[in-house]
């Protein structure tokens, strides 16, 4: 009826108010957020290990939703906490769970020593994956699937929601991890050879991105047939990150095909330089700034979206940067505890450059992707996974203390397969996310999409609105899960 038109007519507007004109909040508590999720992977692990130490075994006898439970308990439930209903006690939050840990973590030294610091600093360390840079991918992702929905519900703080111009939200982040996090895992940045023809590689590119092409097409077509909500300052009107994510990809495989990857930092510097000279010189942040234009052309309708790409190029292009330098060939966990070290120099070095170009320059933008957002969001990164490679080397040591070496997507020191190892890494959440990545993307936007649909988020109590976001991520858990038991792995090309 018309009514009901007028309705979710008005439901829409007063929604898509509520994630506008926003301000973000501080550095220091994006920085304190990061926290979070290694405590959680420090705490899945310490469980595991008191289990084992307790009863003599690992869990395995339990069923599979049991270890299911207990990874969505230890790594999900904490996160969905910590940005809704604790959101303001953030702080004690990570005190108290740091705390409550590391006692824990010196009650299993104290009960079962096996090995001193300076023999286990020498261990070999053996690994099909880097595990922290596994644990970093499928924790961005599950953070960005938590928000997307989180957002919509007023028990989510909106300091976290994404600015509107200038200031450092917590999802204005998750957008720059997620292209960090694509290139660090990239074929180049993993050493693979390009094999035939430089423009047969970009070929190949061009191929694999269909799939990031058509998602964009199809959130477009139903944002606009549904009169979803929409934030046109994000992206534009026609745009969405599928988009970008497809265009970065293409242009950064261009690109590196002429420039070596292990020089691929000279290229992440001088783009986002030369950008930040085009928008301070010329006169296009005031091109994109503008908001009374977008019934011009395509150009003027999507200027974030595209104006945007150098900056996510750049991102990318620090990530590569990275990734060649993690994934260089290391085995005793003296180098791997030098290597993590060095990253967290490196973001020590950029939060310098980051508090010196916010004083001279201009503040973070994500709407720009100006210089100082792309020097924030790789130097969080940068954070984000220094902290979580020393939780891994806290987690090994704490294995090989105990004389527990079959904790899941963790490092081990010792060589050779083992049955029980390899029955845990099959019962494992991060695994199950990891070999799924995108189909877990996928269907974290299209189930926020039908609770949008279903449910007036904005008049949801509280209470209500966590237990949503708990059903959302259980539901998202166990459909890849279930395809991780079954040995599926979803592959679009």
Same mark, same amino acid.
């Given at each position: 009826? /018309?009514?009901?038109?007028?309705?979710?007519?008005?439901?829409?507007?007063?929604? @898509?108010?509520?994630?506008?004109?926003?301000?973000?909040?501080?550095?220091?508590?994006?920085?304190?957020?990061?926290?979070?999720?290694?405590?959680? =992977?420090?705490?899945?692990?310490?469980?595991?290990?008191?289990?084992?130490?307790?009863?003599?075994?690992?869990?395995?006898?339990?069923?599979?939703?049991?270890?299911?439970?207990?990874?969505?308990?230890? #790594?999900?439930?904490?996160?969905?906490?910590?940005?809704?209903?604790?959101?303001?006690?953030?702080? /004690?939050?990570?005190?108290?769970?740091?705390?409550?840990?590391?006692?824990?973590?010196?009650?299993?030294?104290?009960?079962?020593?096996? *090995?001193?610091?300076?023999?286990?600093?020498?261990?070999?360390?053996?690994?099909?994956?880097?595990?922290?840079?596994?644990?970093?991918?499928?924790?961005?992702?599950?953070?960005? !699937?938590?928000?997307?929905?989180?957002?919509?519900?007023?028990?989510?703080?909106?300091?976290?929601?994404?600015?509107? %111009?200038?200031?450092?939200?917590?999802?204005?982040?998750?957008?720059? !991890?997620?292209?960090?996090?694509?290139?660090?895992?990239?074929?180049?940045?993993?050493?693979?050879?390009?094999?035939?023809?430089?423009?047969?590689?970009?070929?190949?590119?061009?191929?694999?991105?269909?799939?990031?092409?058509?998602?964009?097409?199809?959130?477009?077509?139903?944002?606009?047939?549904?009169?979803?909500?929409?934030?046109?300052?994000?992206?534009?009107?026609?745009?969405?990150?599928?988009?970008?994510?497809?265009?970065?990809?293409?242009?950064?495989?261009?690109?590196?095909?002429?420039?070596?990857?292990?020089?691929?930092? =000279?290229?992440?510097?001088?783009?986002?330089?030369?950008?930040?000279?085009?928008?301070? =010189?010329?006169?296009?942040?005031?091109?994109?700034?503008?908001?009374?234009?977008?019934?011009?052309?395509?150009?003027? !309708?999507?200027? @974030?979206?595209?104006?945007?790409?150098?900056?996510?190029?750049?991102?990318?292009?620090?990530?590569?940067?990275?990734?060649?330098?993690?994934?260089?060939?290391?085995?005793?966990?003296?180098?791997?505890?030098?290597?993590?070290?060095?990253?967290?120099?490196? %973001?020590?070095?950029?939060?310098?450059?980051?508090?010196?170009? /916010?004083?001279?320059?201009?503040?973070?933008?994500?709407? &720009?992707?100006?210089?100082?957002?792309?020097?924030?969001?790789?130097?969080?990164?940068?954070?984000?996974?220094?902290? =979580?490679?020393?939780?891994?080397?806290?987690?090994?040591? !704490?294995?090989?203390?105990?004389?527990? /070496?079959?904790?899941?997507?963790?490092?081990?020191?010792?060589?050779?397969?083992?049955?029980?190892?390899?029955?845990? @890494?099959? &019962?494992?959440?991060?695994?199950?996310?990891?070999?799924?990545?995108?189909?877990?993307?996928? &269907?974290?936007?299209?189930?926020?999409?039908?609770?949008?649909? #279903?449910?007036? *988020? #904005?008049?949801?109590?509280?209470?209500?609105?966590?237990?949503?976001?708990?059903?959302?991520?259980? %539901?998202?858990? *166990?459909?890849?899960?279930?395809?991780?038991?079954?040995?599926?792995?979803?592959?679009?090309?």
């Amino acid at each position: 009826s /018309q009514t009901s038109l007028l309705y979710m007519f008005y439901t829409s507007e007063l929604k @898509e108010a509520f994630v506008s004109n926003l301000n973000g909040t501080s550095l220091q508590e994006v920085v304190m957020g990061s926290f979070v999720t290694p405590l959680c =992977i420090l705490n899945r692990a310490l469980i595991l290990i008191l289990y084992h130490q307790v009863t003599g075994s690992l869990p395995l006898p339990f069923s599979r939703i049991s270890h299911l439970l207990l990874d969505y308990s230890a #790594l999900i439930l904490p996160l969905v906490l910590s940005c809704t209903i604790l959101s303001d006690h953030l702080l /004690q939050v990570v005190l108290s769970f740091a705390f409550v840990l590391f006692c824990v973590l010196c009650h299993i030294y104290n009960s079962k020593r096996q *090995t001193s610091l300076s023999t286990f600093l020498n261990r070999t360390v053996h690994f099909k994956q880097i595990p922290f840079v596994t644990i970093f991918r499928v924790m961005v992702n599950v953070q960005t !699937a938590i928000s997307i929905l989180a957002v919509d519900f007023r028990v989510f703080p909106r300091r976290y929601a994404k600015t509107e %111009t200038y200031g450092t939200g917590v999802m204005d982040f998750g957008v720059g !991890a997620f292209i960090f996090a694509n290139g660090l895992v990239c074929p180049e940045a993993r050493g693979k050879n390009v094999y035939g023809s430089k423009m047969k590689h970009i070929g190949k590119q061009l191929l694999s991105i269909w799939p990031l092409v058509v998602l964009g097409a199809a959130r477009l077509f139903f944002v606009k047939v549904s009169d979803y909500q929409e934030h046109v300052t994000e992206y534009g009107v026609h745009w969405n990150f599928f988009f970008t994510l497809a265009l970065v990809r293409v242009l950064t495989s261009m690109v590196l095909v002429v420039v070596p990857a292990k020089h691929s930092w =000279i290229l992440a510097l001088v783009i986002s330089c030369v950008y930040q000279f085009a928008l301070d =010189i010329t006169g296009l942040k005031a091109f994109i700034m503008h908001n009374n234009d977008r019934e011009k052309d395509f150009l003027h !309708a999507n200027k @974030e979206g595209i104006f945007s790409l150098p900056g996510y190029v750049a991102i990318y292009m620090a990530g590569v940067q990275v990734g060649c330098y993690v994934m260089q060939p290391r085995s005793r966990v003296r180098d791997w505890l030098k290597a993590v070290f060095n990253l967290l120099m490196g %973001t020590l070095t950029l939060f310098a450059a980051l508090c010196i170009c /916010q004083t001279f320059v201009e503040p973070v933008s994500r709407r &720009l992707a100006n210089l100082p957002f792309c020097l924030w969001s790789v130097a969080q990164s940068l954070l984000f996974v220094s902290c =979580i490679g020393f939780v891994d080397l806290i987690v090994l040591f !704490a294995k090989t203390t105990s004389g527990c /070496q079959f904790v899941p997507s963790s490092w081990n020191s010792y060589s050779g397969s083992h049955k029980k190892k390899d029955e845990m @890494e099959g &019962l494992c959440l991060v695994q199950a996310i990891n070999k799924n990545q995108l189909l877990y993307f996928l &269907l974290s936007n299209v189930l926020t999409g039908m609770t949008n649909t #279903l449910v007036n *988020t #904005l008049n949801c109590t509280d209470l209500f609105s966590v237990c949503a976001l708990l059903s959302y991520m259980f %539901t998202n858990c *166990t459909v890849v899960y279930v395809l991780h038991l079954c040995g599926i792995t979803i592959k679009f090309w």
